[in-house]
């Protein structure tokens, strides 16, 4: 019997994973649990936007930063301004920024804030000015642990996530879910999921989220990339 998978990742988000999920042999649903919409920007976010070329590194926290950041930094910069460090928290926003033109600095494994604190690149960031680009609320690991560093530090946050209003489970019986952020795991909480389910968390910061809920069975994928989510779930369920 052909298992049955939820994808919960935003819309237009999901089609490379579901294209997976389907060459692997499982039926995938896809329902996503966040709605992404822009912030308006205030009037120091937008001089900082403006004033991009003073800032030593600027950071990128997900694609969907990039994806918020391009479109808000092309109202001030037809053109990228040089010397900057472009840091990336992933492959996947690496490569997002890549298709910009933009010569992108990343981890090379962990994709997450600890990894990129490991750089050498910001191991000696006193008197830096660094721009953090990402969505509202978030961690604060990256921002505070810079500007412990000697670095001054400014955060704008480009878009919002807010539960989606039109979740559903899907009718047939699911043998796992795939979550890939906190904010995701909160959401879905709002809708009783099943404790019976195998929860894929794409971080061990998810996972200890959802093992927090009370729910046992849980996996932790390498990175909440695409690939690694399904390596991690056909390790955990029975060949389909």
Known sequence: MTQHVLVTRPQGQQHAIMALLQAAGFHAS????LTLSPLP?????????????QYQGVFFVSPNAVRFGVEALRDFWPQWPVDVHW???????????????LDVISPPTGFNSEAVLEL???QHVAGWKVLVLCGDGGRMLL?????????EVDRVALYQRDCAK??????????AALVTSVESWQ?????SPDPEMLYVAGSARIGAAIGAAGFERIAVADSP?????VACLIQHLSSP
């Not at 896809?30 to 649990?33: E, I």
């Not at 921002?143 to 670095?151: D, S």
């Not at 990339?225 to 989510?229: K, R």
């Open 120 to 122: 050498p690149q910001l």
């Open 41 to 53: 920007l205030a009037a120091a976010d937008r001089t900082r936007l403006l004033d991009l070329d």
């Open 143 to 151: 921002t505070e642990t810079l500007r412990a560093r000697g670095a």
């Open 87 to 101: 840091l990336a928290v992933g492959d996947a926003t690496a490569a997002a920024l890549r298709a910009e033109g």
């Open 166 to 175: 039109d979740f559903k489970w899907p009718p047939e019986k699911l043998a």
């Open 225 to 229: 990339h695409d690939e690694d989510m």
């Open 187 to 191: 959401c879905l909480l709002n809708h």
């Open 30 to 33: 896809h329902q996503p649990t």
